[in-house]
């Protein structure tokens, strides 16, 4: 998918959209896997770290505003992967 696509299904997603940030999920569901695996493996369960991904990512495409030199994609790893350590270490406390 291009970077054109990408603009206009997170546009559709930011004005409330479900089937855009559905589209969006999908496509980045390989990237919210691949960090709940990451820390399932230091302690968190591997749904529980998948969902909380999920969520970080939906609201990090209403918060998301293009500026380069920042993408998308790399805007979401970021924050996903914060967002899980955050919560990892929120947990490993209690």
């Given at each position: 998918?291009?970077?054109?696509?990408?603009?206009?299904?997170i546009l559709?997603?930011?004005?409330?959209?479900?089937?855009?940030?559905?589209?969006?999920?999908?496509?980045?569901?390989?990237?919210?896997?691949?960090q709940?695996?990451f820390?399932?493996?230091?302690?968190?369960e591997?749904?529980?770290?998948?969902?909380?991904?999920?969520?970080?990512?939906?609201?990090?495409?209403?918060?998301?505003?293009?500026l380069?030199p920042?993408?998308?994609?790399?805007?979401?790893k970021?924050?996903?992967?914060?967002?899980?350590?955050?919560?990892?270490?929120?947990?490993?406390?209690?």
């Open positions: 998918m291009t970077s054109e696509q990408n603009n206009k299904l559709k997603a930011k004005k409330g959209d479900k089937e855009a940030m559905m589209k969006l999920l999908q496509q980045f569901n390989p990237l919210l896997k691949r709940a695996n820390f399932q493996h230091m302690g968190l591997y749904e529980d770290a998948y969902q909380q991904a999920a969520l970080y990512f939906i609201s990090g495409v209403y918060q998301y505003q293009p380069p920042v993408t998308f994609a790399g805007y979401m970021k924050r996903i992967k914060w967002g899980l350590w955050m919560y990892w270490r929120k947990n490993i406390r209690e």
